[in-house]
């Protein structure tokens, strides 16, 4: 079993920037792909990045350039940067960890809300 707690959201204006954590605790070990996925009101939930454990990234096309993805020292940690947000950018992002037991593991989610 592996746990995640997210946090770094928040409320900002157009044209700021977040950072979102999340730290995985429980069978670490076995984590091989972090990633984040957000879902705006009334749609689904889609990817906004991933990175393997060699450190290999993976974006949304739409979100090139304006939000980059890491992994912590400790690999147990994914991090988000979020710059030059627009309101569009508004949704709660959950983070996800894939395993080497191809299981998958979802966070609770923490809520960007950009303003104009």
């Known amino acids: 079993q592996v746990q995640l707690v997210e946090s770094g959201g928040g409320s900002v204006q157009a044209g700021g920037s977040l950072r979102l954590s999340c730290v995985a605790s429980?069978?670490?070990?076995?984590?091989?792909?972090m990633g984040w996925y957000r879902q705006a009101p009334g749609k689904q939930r889609g990817l906004v990045a991933t990175?393997?454990?060699?450190?290999?990234?993976n974006y949304a096309d739409s979100l090139k350039g304006r939000f980059t993805i890491s992994r912590g020292n400790a690999e147990n940690t994914v991090y988000l940067q979020l710059n030059s947000l627009k309101p569009e950018d508004t949704a709660v992002y959950y983070c996800?960890?894939?395993?080497?037991?191809?299981?998958?593991?979802w966070g609770q989610g923490t809520q960007v809300t950009v303003s104009s």
């Open positions: 996800k960890v894939d395993t080497a037991g191809a299981r998958v593991y």
């Open positions: 990175i393997t454990s060699t450190g290999r990234t």
């Open positions: 429980g069978s670490i070990f076995s984590i091989n792909t």
